[in-house]
């Protein structure tokens, strides 16, 4: 075989190691692009879930947070119309001194407190406007006092004392009003 033969045979063999490794260098490309490409889906899929499962809490938080703040409103309303109920209830309260009966409704209130004390020996506290709807009563007054209306009975000697004052009324009844009210309210 001549130089020119050997020379041919050389780079043929050349050529075709190289086309084997370029074959194997393409093939292990493919496998390594392929690989990644799973790879790659994997994270994307690993990640949509990821962000699916986020979505999903942030979403039940959001739920929870609004559903929270909702029976925060109704509560609030609830209590401000109860609230707003219960102050119509002492302007009523309070238009009744305007009334025909409010004298006897004085004197109602003045006896319920005198037999709560036991005794006749009482003094009647009263404001200074209704002092005149006892004006000729078998009641002894006592210095005015400030109320919106009603009266407080006290033994002479000072010991005991019974508030029949519309506060005080109110006030002893507001507990009951309130139940009453959210039951017809609500």
């Excluded at 006749?120 to 009263?126: A, I």
């Excluded at 000729?136 to 005991?160: F, M, Q």
């Amino acid at each position: 075989m001549g130089f020119d033969a050997l020379s041919h045979e050389i780079e043929k063999k050349a050529s075709d190691e190289a086309k084997r490794v370029l074959h194997e260098a393409d093939n292990a490309a493919e496998k390594i692009i392929s690989d990644a490409q799973a790879a790659s889906k994997q994270k994307v899929s690993q990640a949509k879930g990821e962000v699916s499962s986020y979505l999903e809490t942030e979403k039940a938080e959001r739920l929870t947070s609004a559903k929270l703040a909702c029976s925060k409103i109704i509560a609030d309303s609830k209590e401000q119309a109860m609230l707003n109920s219960l102050e119509l209830v002492w302007e009523e309260m309070l238009k009744e001194r305007n009334s025909p009966s409010y004298k006897k409704l004085l004197h109602t209130l003045a006896q319920s407190a005198v037999e709560e004390l036991g005794t006749t020996n009482v003094l009647l506290f009263t404001n200074s406007a209704d002092r005149k709807h006892f004006a000729g009563s078998k009641y002894k007054l006592g210095e005015p006092i400030t109320c919106a209306g009603g009266v407080v009975a006290e033994k002479k000697d000072g010991s005991v004392r019974v508030d029949k004052t519309f506060e005080s009324i109110f006030e002893e009844k507001k507990d009951d009003l309130r139940k009453r009210i959210f039951a017809m309210l609500f």
